[in-house]
C-alpha cells in the first residue's frame, strides 16, 4: 500500500495535500486558491506560503499553522515530510514523503528556470513523481522570458502616446513581470490595479525588486498614457479599463502560445511568460527525478502518460477535480 492514495491523501496520518474542501490536517503546496483554501484545522507548509494565505483569506483563514523550512524534514506517524522549493511562487514547495518502503514528491505546480522572484526549483529523486501537465504538449516551449519582457518595453517606447495593460495573475505572475521589467532597466513608475497591492507589498518585503509601483485611483487615472498599468485578466474587459487612458492590451502567460487564445481575448500584444513547466521541463524532470512511476494531477494529462509509457515509466491520470487551468 502506498504512502499516498490517489486523492493525495495520507491516511496514516490523516492528512490531505492541497484538499479543496476543509480538512482537519493540510498540507499546502502553495498559496493559489485552487491550491490553498480557507477552512483548514491544521495547516502544514512554508512560512511565505503561510503568510500568503493569511494576507488573502484573513489571519485566522485556518485554526493552526505550523511552518517547515525547505530541506529540514519533520516526522510523524514514522512518515519523514520534507519540502522543496518548486520555483512556481513565491513559498511553493514540492512535498516529499517517505517510509521505510518508498519515496512519493508531489511537485504541486512547478517551473524549472530560474526566477529571480521565487526559491528556484530543487530536482528531488523519487521512486513516484505526482506531477502537474498544464502544458503537457511537445507544442509549449516557453521562451526566455527577458525576450518576452522586452517586447513590452519596445512596445512601450515606440508607442509612448497610449498606456499598456497588462493582464496578469495577482500573486506571482504580477510580481514576476515587474522584477523582469526591472531587471531589464524599466525604472519608470509601474501602475497597478488595486487587487495586485497587497500581495506586491509582501513580495517587496521580502527583498524582491518590484521598484515604484502606484495603485490605480481616480485621481491618477488620467497618468497612464505612455505607461504600464498592470491588472488581473478579469479586469481588462471590465469597464474600470475603459476609464483608462487609450490602451493597448497585452497578456502575460503560457497560454499566449496559443494564437487563438490570444485572438479570443482581443490580446494585441501576447508575452509568452509562464510559472509553470513546458513540455520539456516536464519530461527532463520525470528523467531525472529516477521515478518509477507518475501520477498526473491535471493537465494535458493523456500526452504525457503516453511519454512516460512509451520510455517504461509507469503512469496514470488522476484528473483531479478543482484545479485551475489559467497560468
Known amino acids: 500500500m502506498s504512502i499516498l492514495n490517489r486523492s493525495l491523501y495520507i491516511s496514516c496520518i490523516n492528512s490531505y495535500i492541497d484538499p479543496l ?5 493540510a498540507i499546502i503546496t502553495h498559496a493559489h486558491a485552487d491550491h490553498a483554501r480557507a477552512g483548514h484545522k491544521n495547516i502544514l507548509a512554508t512560512q511565505d506560503t503561510i503568510n500568503i494565505m493569511k494576507i488573502r483569506y484573513g489571519e485566522k483563514c485556518a485554526t493552526n499553522f505550523q511552518a517547515l523550512a525547505y530541506g529540514t524534514p519533520i516526522f510523524i506517524n514514522n512518515i519523514k515530510i520534507t519540502l522543496y522549493p518548486a520555483g512556481h ?26 526566477d529571480d ?5 530543487q530536482l528531488v529523486e523519487t521512486d513516484t513523481l505526482i506531477t502537474e501537465a498544464t502544458f503537457g504538449l511537445p507544442i509549449f516551449k516557453h521562451p526566455n522570458p527577458n525576450d518576452e519582457i522586452k517586447k513590452l518595453i519596445k512596445s512601450v517606447k515606440y508607442n509612448n502616446s497610449i498606456c499598456h495593460l497588462v493582464g496578469v495573475y ?9 522584477n523582469l521589467l526591472r531587471k531589464n532597466n524599466y525604472d519608470e513608475v509601474i501602475y497597478i490595479h ?4 497587497k500581495i506586491s507589498k509582501y513580495y517587496s ?3 524582491i525588486n518590484l521598484g515604484r509601483l502606484v495603485k490605480i485611483n481616480m485621481k491618477n487615472i488620467n497618468d497612464t498614457k505612455g505607461k504600464i498599468v498592470l491588472a488581473p485578466p478579469s479586469a481588462l474587459k471590465d469597464k474600470w479599463a475603459r476609464k483608462l487612458a487609450p490602451a493597448k492590451m497585452c497578456m502575460a502567460s503560457g497560454w499566449m502560445t496559443v494564437k487563438q487564445r490570444a485572438k479570443q481575448r482581443l490580446i494585441e500584444l501576447p508575452l509568452v511568460i509562464s510559472d ?12 531525472n527525478s529516477n521515478a518509477s512511476k507518475v501520477w498526473i494531477t491535471h493537465g494535458r ?4 502518460k503516453y511519454w512516460c509509457l512509451k520510455n517504461n515509466i509507469q503512469a496514470e491520470a488522476l484528473s483531479l477535480y478543482g484545479r485551475d487551468e489559467e497560468d
Do not use: C, M
Open 89 to 114: 511562487i513565491l513559498g511553493s514547495a514540492q512535498i516529499l514523503l517517505e517510509d521505510k518502503k518508498e519515496r512519493v514528491l508531489v511537485t504541486g505546480d512547478y517551473k524549472t528556470v530560474e
Open 205 to 207: 518585503s521580502r527583498n
Open 276 to 287: 509553470h513547466a513546458d513540455w520539456f521541463e516536464l519530461t527532463s524532470t520525470i528523467s
Open 194 to 197: 488595486g487587487a495586485l497591492e
Open 301 to 304: 494529462e493523456d500526452a504525457l
Open 170 to 178: 495577482a500573486l506571482g505572475k504580477a510580481q514576476r513581470v515587474i
Open 117 to 121: 522572484t521565487v526559491q528556484n526549483f
Open 21 to 25: 474542501k476543509p480538512v482537519d490536517k
